[in-house]
C-alpha cells in the first residue's frame, strides 16, 4: 500500500538531511531483495518460529467473551526482521532508541543473537524510571547513551539515534522501533509485524470459519496496530480499531492522542500527525503508559484514518487501569498497560455488538513490568 515514494496518501516521506539519503536507499534496495529472496523469508520465519515462539495463540476469552491474541511482546518481531536485514546487508552494529526500554531490550536480544554489537539511545529521564531494562540491556552486552537533550525522554532519543546514524552509515543500522520515521522504515516495520494479522487470520478461519467483525489494538508509533490490521484492509466488514493514549483526557495537556489532538506536521523523517504546540513546536506529552508516549503516529495510520478505512480512540490512564486490572482478574492474563488501552476500548464496545460478532484485541505485550507503577496508582508502594 506504500506508494514508490514511500508516501502513504499526503503522509510519510523522506524528510532527512541529505547525509542520510545514502543509507536509506541502501536500507530500500536491500529490504527490496531480501523481501523477494525466499532463503531470508526462511530464515526470519525461523526465527520467528523457533526463538520467538510464534505463531501465537488467538485465545478465546470465554469470560470476557471476547477473543485475544497472544502475550509476548511484538516488539521482537520487527528486531528480528532487522537485525537479519542488517546483517545480510554486511552491517556489524546495530544501533536504537528506546522509551521504556523493550524495544532497546529487543534490539539488545537480537545483537546478543548475531553476534553484532548495539548501541541504545535512551532518554535519561527514561534511565532513571527504567533501571531495570538499562540493567537488561547491558547484561545482553549493549552499551546504553542517556540522551540529555529536549525533555530527555523518547523523542529525543530519536533525534540521537538519527544524528548518531548519519555519523555512521558504514557499518551501522538504525533498527528503528516503530511504524515511523523516513521511508522505508514504516513499510519494513509493517511488513515484519504483519505476521499477526496473517496468525489471527489463519486461526480465526479454522476456529470459526469467518472474519472478525473488529481488530482492535494500541497505538503509539503503530506498529503493533498496523501488524494487526494489515491483512484485514481488504476486507472492509471488519472494522480496524486504534486506541490512543489520552493520558488525563484530550481536553487536557497531559495526552499522548495524536489523531485526537494532533495536526500535520513533518518530524523524524516523515510526514504526518503529530501533537504540537499553537506555534508548531512538538509538545510534551503524557501517558501512563511509557510505550505509547510518543507525540507521533505513523505515516500509514494518518492514511488509514484520512480514509475513513480505519478508526482511532482515545483511552485515558484511568480506563486503561480499570482494564488492566479487569483482564487479570476475568481471564488470568495480565496485559502491558499499552495494550490495556485496546482492552478498555473493548470493554466499551462489546455491550453494542451482537452476540455472535467476533472481536479480536492484539495484546501487544505482558504487564509484569507495569505491576509496581499500577500500584503506585492506586496508593500501594510494593518494592521490584
Ligand atoms: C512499545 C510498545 C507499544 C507501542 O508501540 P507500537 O509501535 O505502537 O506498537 C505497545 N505495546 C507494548 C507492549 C509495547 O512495548
Redesign the pocket.
Known amino acids: 500500500m506504500t506508494n514508490p515514494n514511500g508516501r502513504f496518501g499526503v503522509h510519510g516521506g523522506q524528510y532527512i538531511p541529505e547525509t542520510l539519503m545514502n543509507a536509506v536507499i541502501e536500507l530500500e534496495a536491500a529490504y527490496n531483495a531480501a523481501k523477494a529472496d525466499p532463503t531470508f523469508q526462511a530464515e526470519l520465519t525461523e526465527l520467528f518460529n523457533e526463538y520467538a515462539g510464534r505463531p501465537s495463540r488467538l485465545y478465546f476469552a470465554k469470560r470476557m467473551t471476547a477473543d485475544l491474541g497472544g502475550a509476548k511482546?511484538?516488539?521482537i518481531n520487527?528486531v528480528l526482521g532487522q537485525a537479519l536485514l542488517a546483517k545480510r546487508m554486511g552491517k556489524t552494529r546495530l544501533i536504537a532508541e528506546t522509551?521504556?526500554g523493550?524495544?532497546g531490550v529487543a534490539t539488545a536480544t537480537a545483537a546478543a543473537l548475531m553476534g553484532m554489537e548495539c548501541v541504545v539511545y535512551m532518554g535519561v529521564e527514561d534511565t532513571i524510571r527504567q533501571a531495570l531494562n538499562v540493567y537488561r540491556m547491558r547484561l545482553l552486552g549493549a552499551e546504553v547513551i542517556p540522551v540529555e537533550t529536549g525533555t530527555g525522554t523518547l523523542k529525543d532519543a530519536v533525534s540521537a539515534a538519527m544524528r548518531e546514524w548519519t555519523n555512521r552509515i558504514t557499518d551501522t543500522h538504525y533498527c528503528l522501533?516503530?511504524?515511523?520515521g523516513p521511508h522505508p522504515f514504516p513499510t519494513i516495520?509493517r511488513d515484519f509485524?504483519a505476521v499477526i494479522s496473517q496468525e489471527i487470520k489463519s486461526q480465526l478461519m479454522e476456529k470459526e470459519g469467518r472474519l472478525p467483525d473488529a481488530v482492535l489494538?494500541?497505538?503509539?508509533?503503530?506498529?503493533?496496530?498496523?501488524?494487526a490490521f494489515y491483512h484485514f484492509i481488504e476486507d472492509k466488514s471488519v472494522r480496524l480499531i486504534g486506541c490512543e493514549a489520552a493520558g488525563r483526557g484530550v481536553d487536557t495537556f497531559e495526552t499522548a492522542a495524536t489523531i485526537a489532538t494532533g495536526r500535520l506536521g513533518i518530524f523524524h523523517g516523515m510526514k504526518s500527525y503529530f501533537c504540537q504546540d499553537e506555534y508548531g513546536q512538538i509538545a510534551p506529552v503524557y501517558s501512563i503508559?511509557?510505550?505509547?508516549d510518543?507525540p507521533g503516529?505513523?505515516p500509514e495510520h494518518a492514511w488509514l484514518h484520512d480514509t475513513g478505512r480505519a478508526e482511532y480512540v482515545p483511552v485515558t490512564d484511568d480506563e486503561a487501569v480499570n482494564a488492566f486490572e479487569y483482564l487479570s482478574r476475568m481471564e488470568g492474563i495480565i496485559?502491558?498497560?499499552?495494550?490495556a488501552h485496546a482492552v478498555a476500548h473493548a470493554m466499551k464496545l462489546a455491550p453494542t455488538m451482537s452476540r455472535d460478532q467476533i472481536m479480536v484485541i492484539n495484546?501487544?505485550?505482558?504487564g509484569d513490568?507495569d505491576c509496581a507503577a499500577i500500584a503506585r496508582y492506586r496508593g500501594e508502594n510494593i518494592s521490584e
Not at 503508559?289 to 505509547?292: D, E, T, W, Y
Not at 496485559?335 to 495494550?339: C, G, N
Request: glycine share 22%.
Open positions: 511482546i511484538h516488539k520487527n522509551g521504556a523493550q524495544h522501533g516503530s511504524v515511523m516495520v509485524q489494538a494500541c497505538v503509539g508509533g503503530g506498529s503493533n496496530a498496523i501488524g503508559s511509557a510505550g505509547l510518543y503516529i505513523g496485559p502491558a498497560i499499552e495494550s495484546i501487544s505485550g505482558r513490568k
